[in-house]
Every structure is written in C-alpha cells, then in structure tokens.
C-alpha cells in the first residue's frame, strides 16, 4: 500500500514503526521539520519531504497532526487529495469537519490509534460513516492492524469514549509506573533496578491476567493477604480515592475530546 502520513510526529512514528515491522508498504512522510524526517526516512521503505505530493485515488493519507493543525492541513490538502482514501487519528475532529474542510470529500475514516503501536502492541478504534465503502473499511483496518487489534466503533462518539481508555490510556499506565519507580528509588534501588522491578511487575501482572478469565479484582485479592502487607497499601489507595480520580480522569479525557471536536470544528 502507498501511504502518505502528513504529520510524522510520535503517534505517526509509532504507526509508521508497526508498518515498517510487517514490510510491503511504501511509506512517505511530510513534516516540517528535519530532524524527523532524516529519522524516519532511514527506516526501510520511509521516503520523507516538506511539501505534500500529487496523491491519487489508490493511495492512503493518514492526517497525523495536532487537532488545532488540522484545518489548514486540509484545506490545502484538497486540491492535491485527487480522491485518496483519507485517515484521520486526529482526537477530537468530527467527520464532518473534515469533510467540509477537505472540500466535500467523504471517504473518511476515523481511528483513534495508541502509541504501543510502535511495538505492534496497539489499540485503534475505528469509525467511519455509510458513505465509506467496504474496501476502504479494509484498507484501514489493514494499516492499523499492523500495530495491534482493531475495533470498529458503532457510532463516531464511539472515537471520544475509546479515547478515554486505550488512546490516552498508556500515559495513565505510564503515571503509575512513574509512582511505583518513585517508590522503589525511595527505599533505595538505583534508577535502572527500579525501572526494572517495575516494567517486570506490570508484564508480570498483565501476563497473569492474560491467563485466566479470573475478575481482575479477583486477581488483586489474591495477593491481598488478610493483615498483611499489600492490604496497606489499597486501604491507602482507598482512602485517597486512587480509583476514584481514574475514573474521574478518564471521563475529563473523554470530555475534553468532545470539547476539542466543538471548538475547532466551528470554522
Ligand atoms: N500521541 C498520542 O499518543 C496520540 C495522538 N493522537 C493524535 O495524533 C495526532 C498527532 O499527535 P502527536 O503525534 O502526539 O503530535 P506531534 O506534535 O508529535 O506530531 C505532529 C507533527 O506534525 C508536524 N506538523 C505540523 N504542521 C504540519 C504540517 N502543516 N504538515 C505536516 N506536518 C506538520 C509537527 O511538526 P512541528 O512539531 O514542527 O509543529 C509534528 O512533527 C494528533 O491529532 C493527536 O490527537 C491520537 C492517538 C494517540
Ligand atoms: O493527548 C492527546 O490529545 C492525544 C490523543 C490521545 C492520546 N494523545
């Protein structure tokens, strides 16, 4: 597949990195700035340059620039686009935006992609509308399972919602692993060890539950000895409301996507 990533910052790097790992695809990158472009065109089968190429009707163009880019991205992508097949992992932007942007072009498909991507280990949640034929619906589906699973979404709220767990989801994974590294560092392991311990802790516990149909909170329990030691440690959780404020940010996450989607969808 020809596919052109306008835009070749981190969420584009991590798609392009899964691409280039399954090979067969001829990549191009548009990005103004030089650093990322002698990056990723030293990857395999990458080519990158400033301006955006004539495309054609049997290419991909994946828009992977910030939300508040966008509009001027596509506006002067319109008279190049020739009915490309667009991919837009842009948080926020609607279908309709896009489309009014892009000069009343409706073959359009939203994913909402994860950075694990770059590992072959990523979440894209995808909608697109009834407009959007089957073999484009594959298309996308190709590229994104590349990284990871897919999942087609039934509505396009359905991007705001997936949003909030699997697209900003690995930072709040990250956030707690920040915590348990500070932790260990406290009581003393260098840097390197507590970075150790913690990443095999979590491949630990995410293998674990990987392998049972076991309730997560199940799993927790059973290392959560009566008067011991871990049970310290979720009664301060607790009390703290730990859980509370995740399911609290993921719906401010959730929330600010719909508000990024109000807000530079008006123009
Ligand atoms: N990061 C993530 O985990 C995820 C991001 N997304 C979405 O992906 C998109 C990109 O995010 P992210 O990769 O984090 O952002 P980045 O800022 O890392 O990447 C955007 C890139 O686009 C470049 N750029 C700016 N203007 C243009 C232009 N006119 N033409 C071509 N390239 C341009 C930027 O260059 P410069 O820096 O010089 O401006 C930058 O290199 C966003 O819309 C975001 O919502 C979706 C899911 C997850
Ligand atoms: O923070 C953001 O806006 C992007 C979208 C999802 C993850 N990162």
Redesign the pocket.
């Known amino acids: 597949m020809q596919i052109t990533f ?7 790097t991590a798609i392009i990195g899964g691409l280039v790992k399954q090979g067969g695809h001829q990549i191009h990158v ?4 030089a650093d ?1 472009r002698d990056a990723l065109s030293a990857l395999q089968g990458v080519t990158a340059g400033e301006a955006v190429p004539a495309l054609s009707a049997d290419e991909v163009v994946v828009l ?4 508040q ?2 509009k ?2 596509c506006e002067a992508l319109s008279a190049t686009l020739n009915g490309a097949l667009v991919v837009s ?3 926020g932007i609607r279908l309709e935006a896009l489309s009014r942007w892009l000069g009343g072009h409706t073959r359009i498909v939203r994913v ?4 694990p991507a770059m590992v072959g280990k990523g979440v894209s949640g995808l909608f697109a509308d009834t407009a959007v034929g089957e073999a484009d619906r594959k298309a996308a589906d190709a590229i994104m399972a590349a990284t990871g699973v897919t999942l087609w979404l039934a509505d396009e709220e359905g991007i705001d919602d997936i949003t909030s767990v699997s ?1 900003s989801g ?1 930072a709040y994974v990250f956030y707690f692993m920040e915590g348990m590294i500070n932790a260990a560092c406290e009581v003393g392991f260098s840097e390197a060890e507590a970075r150790r311990l913690v990443l095999a802790t979590f491949e630990g516990a995410v293998a674990l539950a990987q392998s049972t149909d076991t309730d997560i909170a199940q799993l927790r329990a059973n290392v959560t000895s009566k008067g011991g030691t871990t049970e310290r440690a979720i009664a301060r959780f607790d009390a703290e409301l730990v859980k509370a404020a995740i399911v609290q940010g993921a719906r401010d996450c959730r929330a600010r996507s719909i508000e990024l989607g109000e807000q530079l969808s008006r123009d």
């Open positions: 306008i835009g070749g910052g981190n969420m584009a548009v990005d103004p700035n990322r992977a620039v910030k939300p880019q966008l001027g991205v992992i842009a948080a909402m992609p994860n950075t697209g690995p």
